[in-house]
């Protein structure tokens, strides 16, 4: 039968049939059932459909057989033979011929195929709904007054990255490496692959050493040049281009002998349908360009979709009355097929949905944990010990001799001065980065801090922003002034990932995801700056309306961002940038003044003498025609005066005079002008109220911003082509911020957000703390050197410091397991089961495979025995390797700990780290050790007489098994709150 073929079809796309090869992610799950979901596509979904089928038609039978009964007994009351009544003998006829027919049957499989297709879209499902023949939808729509919709606004936004890793496999004890030499991104927060696709570099792609066995592929990842789109002239999709680069592989090594000798086996022969090869190329090319969406709650969209599917399109009401009206009966038996066959599949894509969903929201690892600090910030009680093991590690010297030009091989070298009283010296601002020393060295560092969290003034984390905000959210919710972001504007050619068809609708679900976030981490007085240009501004002022409400919309400030035309644009030179400005609560926030210019004090001065300060006058006349104003003026040269035509006094003839006893009146040196208001300095407020006009006069433009960088780095090459100013985003932290308060960046780029928190810091001696997020592997080379850089000095040039005029300064930086690193280090339990997948259908998926089968990939609870080599498999410079996971700051963050202290215990040669800090205003202390072969008895013991000595503690966490009274297990809560 066609449409259940075509069925068939369509549910093996829904589930990955088409991605078997792949053996990453979610496909991997996908790989593992396929079997048993094969099964179900192909025989137990038919006999289920068949079964209801069954089942319909028994009961209509039933129905039948108790209407005869009922005609029986109306006979038997009339005393007439029933067997002779027309309706009787009509039922039977109905009865003997009663068979549910091919049509009807047929007719089901359309529709589930129709109702899956239309909601599928290559991996995402999309709401379309229907409401009439002529192709047109509906939206969900509840009567708000003003609704912004979009294709998948209940979705989460995941295309991450391209990292563009390298590929390997071995087979007949050869090794086959794809590599990556030349790809073309740009350098923003998310790499756009728009138009770009994976091709055969241009000449030498094919390396091989005959000796080592190992063959090296090269490929570039770029736009296509005019040649190449004639060469691929189909639709210039990846697909079609990998059967070029196959065909272009195999022709090599087909036409070099020994190549051909040792290689042959990966190519095409006669009895696959796939080479070897091409299976590979097509893993390789889809793992760097894979997902896109998940959906929040797929089975309710699915469901009520379905309902709305049934009721607008199998009930069609357009045939009621018509010639072509069905028997009711009809529709009820198609209905109640469709409704229960379409339930199962639903089910079962929703817990993969969920599944993935899950891995997604889990609270992602702390991977790594870095601090950096001026030398002056290393506590007394350790300097000494700390400044020797600096002198003796060779990374942290030549980390300083390129960063800052500054060879460094003695003490002394450390200092600004040269007397011989080391009490008079001051440290030159040189950065230690605890990434160059043992964790020992880091302990000891930390351990010296009585309040960690006080000193430590900027946090930068590596990761994907929406993975970095849920872990902190915890920690910083309510807690952050200011945030202002430079999101991707999405011009279709720039850094943003979208699904084809779907550019802005991608884009809303990627701002919205994120926004939702950063409304729960400001304060109730916090304000929110987000730049945008003319493409997305209304989507984003609808988007933000809808979360933090219409009425906390702030402003809409306008950035001259250029300062001259752009004279070959084609219609307007775009000069301007927008910064959309939005409160938590518009009741309670108040902008902060902008700080007075000496130009604007310069105004102000003092002909007179007067010994209240400088002054400047302003006109005592106003425009309006107030009779009781109008009156006549003598100057002290006895001049009489009256308002100008059509304008009247500022102020009465009574007050005017009080005015004059006071000295507040101005005729000139002379006594014989127009009489003024004298306006004092003194009397003016600190700062100026901000406007929404910013001109590059005032806060700089792309050149100037673009120019600073170059001053810092040097290298053009790491340098963005349209940074924000240094001005811009100062102005904005001080109309945002006050000196105390935490500022954040969340598309922090080239890091500018950080720098301008440090220079406000500087000029008006605040303490504001800055956290900045960033995935871009430029977090590294630009955004790390860039802080260390302004610590030392304040102006570079050509990437040389100009000055010693650097800032006492203290923050840490972090990277994040990403969600592709929790789905490459999936692993299934090596236990198999033989199970029915019809019978388990409802329960399966999720008791089984997420419940019990990857759980231990997840989060493994036994390691914890060990919990200071908890390892994942993460891919770091394009290769997998085994990466040790922080749990204890992971459990920090879990927690919403503020830290205080970060110590360290020893007892029998076992390590005890021991975290005291502060979260929900109780006193919390965490203890960390390796539990294995450990005496427990003696472990409370030391625990109470060393550690908690009679320290006040609300809470006490211990991970593993322990005595101690009323102590929580870590692992109970760890598993809980990452999952939470």
Not at 189 to 213: A, G, H, I, T
Not at 256 to 271: A, V, Y
Not at 852 to 872: A, G, V
């Amino acid at each position: 039968m066609e449409n259940k073929i075509r069925l068939q079809k369509l549910l093996k796309e829904l589930f990955q049939f088409d991605n078997a090869d792949l053996d990453f992610g979610i496909y991997r799950i996908m790989n593992q059932k396929h079997d048993e979901i094969e099964e179900f596509i192909n025989k137990e979904l038919i006999d289920y459909i068949e079964d209801q089928l069954s089942q319909i038609e028994s009961k209509d039978k039933e129905d039948l057989e108790t209407e005869l009964e009922k005609i029986k007994e109306e006979a038997s009351h009339l005393g007439f033979d029933y067997t002779q009544s027309p309706k009787y003998l009509n039922i039977k006829e109905k009865m003997a011929q009663y068979k549910i027919g091919e049509n009807l049957e047929s007719e089901i499989y359309n529709d589930i195929y129709t109702f899956f297709k239309r909601y599928y879209d290559n991996g995402d499902f999309l709401s379309k709904r229907r409401y009439s023949s002529k192709d047109k939808y509906a939206i969900p729509y509840n009567g708000e007054e003003v609704h912004l919709h979009w294709a998948n606004y209940d979705q989460y936004y995941i295309k991450t990255s391209e990292d563009f890793n390298n590929y390997s496999f071995n087979k007949n004890n050869i090794t086959v490496n794809f590599k990556i030499k030349n790809a073309e991104v740009d350098k923003n927060n998310n790499k756009s692959d728009e138009d770009r696709y994976f091709v055969l570099k241009e000449k030498d792609y094919l390396n091989y050493d005959d000796k080592l066995k190992i063959l090296n592929i090269y490929f570039e990842y770029r736009n296509l040049t005019s040649k190449e789109k004639k060469k691929y002239k189909t639709r210039n999709t990846q697909s079609d281009i990998r059967e070029y680069i196959e065909k272009d592989i195999s022709n090599t090594i087909k036409k070099d002998t020994e190549l051909f000798q040792d290689l042959s086996w990966l190519l095409s022969d006669n009895n696959k349908v796939k080479s070897i090869l091409a299976k590979h190329l097509y893993k390789y090319t889809i793992k760097n360009k894979s997902d896109y969406f998940i959906h929040k709650d797929l089975k309710g969209f699915l469901e009520r979709e379905l309902d709305f599917f049934i009721k607008n399109e199998i009930l069609d009401v357009d045939t009621i009355g018509s010639a072509t009206e069905r028997n009711i009966s009809t529709y009820i038996t198609r209905v109640r097929v469709i409704k229960a066959v379409t339930q199962k599949i639903i089910n079962f894509l929703a817990q993969i949905e969920n599944f993935q969903k899950k891995l997604f929201e889990k609270k992602k690892f702390v991977l790594q944990d870095e601090y950096c600090l001026t030398l002056d910030r290393v506590p007394e009680k350790i300097r000494e010990n700390i400044l020797n093991l600096v002198l003796n590690n060779k990374n942290q010297l030549e980390e300083w001799e390129n960063l800052y030009n500054e060879k460094i091989s003695e003490k002394e070298d450390l200092y600004l001065n040269d007397s011989n009283l080391f009490d008079e010296k001051s440290f030159k601002k040189l950065v230690i980065d605890t990434r160059h020393y043992d964790q020992e060295f880091k302990e000891e560092l930390l351990a010296a801090f009585e309040n960690l969290e006080e000193e430590i003034k900027g946090l930068m984390i590596n990761s994907e922003n929406f993975q970095a905000l849920s872990l902190m959210l915890e920690k910083y919710k309510g807690k952050v002034k200011c945030i202002y972001i430079d999101p991707p504007y999405n011009t279709g050619g720039d850094d943003f990932v979208y699904k084809d068809n779907y550019q802005h609708s991608s884009w809303l679900t990627m701002m919205e995801n994120r926004l939702e976030l950063a409304k729960r981490l400001l304060s109730d007085d916090g304000i929110l700056f987000i730049s945008i240009d003319d493409n997305e501004h209304s989507n984003l002022k609808e988007l933000s309306d809808q979360i933090f409400g219409v009425n906390n919309f702030v402003s809409n400030i306008i950035w001259q961002k250029k300062y001259s035309p752009q004279n070959d644009a084609r219609y307007f030179s775009d000069n301007h940038d927008f910064i959309l400005t939005y409160s938590k609560n518009k009741d309670i926030w108040r902008p902060y003044l902008l700080p007075r210019t000496d130009e604007m004090n310069a105004r102000y001065q003092n002909p007179d003498n007067d010994e209240r300060g400088p002054w400047k006058s302003s006109d005592l006349s106003v425009k309006r025609v107030t009779p009781k104003d109008i009156y006549e003026i003598t100057t002290p040269s006895g001049r009489k005066i009256l308002p100008p035509q059509g304008r009247s006094w500022v102020v009465s003839s009574e007050k005017f005079e009080e005015m004059v006893k006071d000295n507040r009146i101005w005729f000139g040196e002379d006594g014989n002008n127009v009489p003024s208001v004298k306006r004092f300095l003194s009397e003016v407020k600190d700062g100026i109220t901000p406007m929404t006009i910013w001109t590059y006069e005032e806060v700089g433009h792309n050149q100037e911003a673009k120019q600073n960088l170059i001053n810092l780095l040097q290298d053009e090459d790491d340098v963005f082509d349209t940074p924000k100013t240094l001005r811009l985003i100062k102005r904005i932290l001080q109309i945002g911020s006050n000196k105390n308060d935490i500022v954040m960046d969340f598309f922090a780029g080239s890091g500018t957000t950080g720098h301008a928190c440090l220079d406000l810091n500087r000029e008006d001696e605040g303490q504001r703390k800055y956290i900045q997020v960033e995935l871009g592997d430029y977090f590294y080379t630009t955004m790390l050197p860039r802080i260390k850089k302004v610590m030392y000095s304040q102006e570079w040039k050509d990437g040389k410091p100009q000055d010693n005029d650097g800032y006492s300064h203290f923050f840490k930086y972090q990277r994040l397991e990403q969600y592709e690193d929790t789905l490459d280090n999936i692993r299934f339990a090596k236990e198999k089961e033989e199970l029915n997948l019809f019978n388990k259908f409802d329960d399966y998926l999720i008791n089984y495979i997420l419940d019990y089968e990857t759980r231990d990939s997840l989060l493994d609870i036994d390691k914890f025995t060990d919990p200071f080599n908890y390892y994942l498999e993460i891919t770091e410079n394009k290769e997998k390797i085994k990466k040790k996971v922080n749990l204890i700051e992971t459990f920090n963050y879990l927690l919403g700990l503020d830290i205080k202290q970060n110590k360290i215990y020893s007892y029998e040669d076992r390590k005890y780290k021991v975290i005291l800090g502060k979260t929900d205003n109780q006193e919390i202390m965490i203890i960390w050790r390796n539990i294995e072969d450990l005496d427990l008895k003696k472990d409370k013991e030391f625990i109470e007489k060393e550690i908690i000595k009679n320290k006040k503690i609300d809470r006490l966490y211990l991970n593993g098994d322990n005595y101690l009274n009323n102590a929580i297990l870590i692992e109970d809560q760890f598993s809980k709150l990452l999952f939470d």
